[in-house]
């Protein structure tokens, strides 16, 4: 399968080619307009073209431009968990507050968040409020069909944990695009978060979604945050942090 890797300020997204057009893997920030549309025109692709977005979760760094890639093309269809399609409506993590079970890998993960968020302002849990359409496909969990019907050799797995509302995308050929149910920053594992993301609600779930992933995909990791790799790495890491650090007050509360 051609993928193109569209590298934005924080977030990779991907371009899958599909019959008659490509699948957008993520959007990136709001403020990643302009580089978004460079990295089209360097790939000659035009807006147009993009004929789905497979949203992995709704955070901003994934949805940003999703209001912009629908003005552009009205003919364009989201594909995303009912959890994400509903968060979008708010533009808020509505759940957060309550969950308890939120949390991040370890203290050291836990001051970085302090710092970033110290020192990039704009960096919050809101994200752009986006009203799902009728043309948009919703699902509530693992799905066989959908992606065979756009002539894609591949299946969404549901990989909640990060958020409720995660989804993965798994092409039969092994590789797998999986937004933040992994990461492999490298700043980040350097502080032991052991390519977990930085932000967990629900560990049990999260562990449980690399299991999903380990069966599903035989080869490449494509994460939204660090370079892709190869899924044995998740096979030596899973259960490796045994219990979370409370998440900062400062990002709740943002």
Known sequence: MDIICLKLSATNCYLLKIKNGYL???????SDLTVFEQELHKNSINIKDINYLFLTHHHNDHSGLINFLVEKNNNIRIIMHKYASEALKTGKNVDLLRNEKRGVPNKRVRFLMIMRKKLKSSWTSTFPVYKT???????????????????????????????????????DDGNC??????????????????????????????YNSWNKLILNCSRIIYPAHGKPFNVTKLKRNIGKIKTLVPTPDIMIKS
């Open 177 to 206: 695009f999986c937004g933040d149910s992994v990461m492999n920053h490298p700043i980040v594992n350097i502080l032991g978060a052991k390519y977990m993301t930085i932000g967990i609600e629900n560990l049990d779930e999260y």
């Open 133 to 171: 359409r009728d043309t948009d496909i919703i699902v509530e969990g693992d799905n066989t069909s959908i992606l065979k019907k756009l002539g894609m050799d591949g299946k969404i797995v549901y990989t909640p944990g990060h958020t409720k509302g995660d989804i993965s995308l798994v092409v």
């Open 24 to 30: 957008l893997v993520d959007t990136g920030y709001e």
